[in-house]
């Protein structure tokens, strides 16, 4: 049960508190970029890439995400973003498991890696240098969580890829 909050002492706690949801709850695409720390344009760039991933589309194409659809992008992230796999290699890795992704898949290949690093670094422009946007290294034998801060980095060196990959498209 959620406590009722009169607007003179809502102090910010209480406007958390209304909009939790229960866990088996449909998310929308805010939603769940806020909780993944990814934008909404890089979900709606996946939904293209990877077709496990299927939100409901409601009037107007708002898109509504279940929880297991949050939990495979969840690790799509991960295996993108930590891992260093490209793409295609999780691509690859949904077609053998059958549509699933496995929780032990191993980090990245070292040339997975090289051609993970190679789709999000970009010429921005032939009068600017290349510019080589890299993320720390995890530790090999200790697995870990990705911090906010990487994870907000994965995600605007995702998007600045993305953005480059649209320009080198403008004549």
Known sequence: MIPE?????DDGEAA?????????AFRTISEVADE???PQHVLRFWETKFPQVKPLKRGGGRRYYRPDDITLLRRISDLLYIQGYTIKGVQRLLREGGGRLADDIPPATPSERAAAE???TQVVAPEIPQMVLTMPEPAAATPRRMTEVERLRA???HTLAELEE??????
Do not use: F, M, T, Y
């Open 118 to 120: 190679a789709e999000r």
């Open 155 to 157: 995600a605007l060196v």
């Open 166 to 171: 649209l320009r080198a498209l403008i004549p």
């Open 16 to 24: 958390r508190l209304r909009s939790r949801k229960a866990a088996g």
């Open 5 to 9: 909050v009169h607007p003179a002492n």
């Open 36 to 38: 993944l720390h990814i």
